[in-house]
């Protein structure tokens, strides 16, 4: 007979198990959109802490780089993004997008912003409170390129999505 100690650890053995044997494929997706879009606010929480005079050298996710917008979304999706961004340099107006993507809002604010992993493969949710004090969930979706995860699109509250605003064809997520 094994003591109440042995069984515990036992069962705590075999929870741990059953736990790791199961992170494969969907929850290997969730963890790399996770780490992506974890990385990405850090690198632009800026926007929503210096909205008035940004940091020197910096700029808006949708004004970055080719390469970065590369790095980050689909490519589709990179180049709708970085054709905007050049339309709007180009005639010095709003082509299409007037508000910065990661944070839905043309004045961003963010607090308490938490990465989640969504129901599906490849899908989070990073939701935070906004200046009001709302609390506002955007929802990505990820497709796996090379390798590599990108994000595909990004759902908004009001349930328009990134690929439907710049007019591309919706983009199955990975399962």
């Known amino acids: 007979m094994l003591s109440i100690a ?3 650890g036992l069962a705590l053995l075999a929870v741990t198990a059953l736990i790791f044997s199961g992170v494969t494929g969907a929850s290997d997706a969730r963890s790399e959109i996770t780490a992506l879009l974890s990385g990405l606010y850090q690198r632009y929480a800026w926007v929503a802490m210096f909205s008035v005079s940004p ?5 808006p996710l949708a004004r970055a780089s080719k390469n970065e917008l590369f790095r980050v979304f689909a490519p589709d999706l990179a180049l709708a993004i970085w054709n905007d961004s050049q339309c709007a340099e180009q005639r010095g107006e709003i082509c299409v997008l007037d508000f910065d993507v990661l944070f839905d809002s ?4 963010a607090r308490d912003l938490v990465i989640e ?6 899908e989070a949710q990073v939701c935070f409170k906004d200046a009001t004090d709302a609390r506002r969930c955007l ?4 497709v796996t390129i090379n ?17 439907q605003m710049l007019r591309l064809p919706a983009m199955r997520a990975v399962r």
Request: charged share 30%.
């Open 147 to 163: 390798g590599k995860i990108r994000i595909a699109d990004i759902r908004y509250p009001g349930g328009q999505s990134l690929r």
């Open 106 to 109: 043309q004045d961003p604010s």
């Open 6 to 8: 042995k069984r515990r």
């Open 55 to 59: 940091p020197a050298g910096k700029v």
């Open 117 to 122: 992993p969504g129901k599906q493969a490849a």
């Open 139 to 142: 929802t990505f979706n990820g």
